[in-house]
């Protein structure tokens, strides 16, 4: 990070994966991380915790449901897997659009360690299969109603003990929920913690993504 903006090293020299700009230093090339673009990276700008704590380790196994065209995913490989996914993650990218799906595959072929699933992030059973073991890291980030619920089923089953769960919460689409914006983020709250998660952070990402809050959550 540098003063305000946030760059990951590139695994793939030479190539942006949506336009975003890059830099050299030495043999290290970096790729800009766009907080507009990315609600990760929204949040480690507005979290006012480390951001580390949230962000996934090197070699980890991550899932990433609602994975869209990977932009996202992108850094988060670098981070995870890097070039020739030399550090050995896993990133399972799920996202339930054939669309999406086709634009993660590309990525996929130049960027080793990311596994594209066309699937309904709210089956466990789609996706748990494509896992090599429990996940380190989960991030949800599907645009449904009945968010709350969806998250807790994944990470009740399918991440480890030690892992880091992040909900990203778009309050329109929790549609089922009465009243305002912040009632619908309290309600979700509540289902979260009623089941036994604990939220280690609520981080306000409005400024850059409207009616949205992001839960860093863990197992215990
Ligand atoms: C807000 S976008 C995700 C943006 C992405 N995380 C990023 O940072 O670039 C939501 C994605 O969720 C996908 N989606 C919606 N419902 C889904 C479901 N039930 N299972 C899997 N993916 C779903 C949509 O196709 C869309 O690509």
Known sequence: MIGKS?????????????GERRRREGKIEWRNWDPNKSKIAASILKTKNNPEIFLPKTGSTCL????????????????????N?????QIVAVDISPRMIKDMTTLSEIRDGIFPVLADARIV?????????????IH???????QAHTFVKIISNLLSSKGIGILSLKAASERS???DDNSRFQKAQKIIMDSGIR??????????????????????
């Open 6 to 18: 946030i760059w990951t090293k590139n695994a793939v020299k030479g190539i942006s994966v949506r």
């Open 125 to 137: 059973g789609q996706i748990a299969p494509f896992l090599r073991n429990h996940a380190d890291w």
């Open 64 to 83: 990433y449901l609602g994975s869209s065209m990977g932009g996202t995913v992108s850094h988060i490989h670098d981070i995870v897997c890097g070039s």
């Open 85 to 89: 996914n030399h550090h050995n993650g």
């Open 199 to 220: 939220i280690l952070e609520r981080i306000n990402i409005s400024s850059f993504e409207d009616q949205h809050e992001v839960f860093v959550c863990s197992k215990n």
């Open 140 to 146: 949800q980030d599907l645009s449904i109603a009945d």
């Open 177 to 179: 929920s009465e009243g």
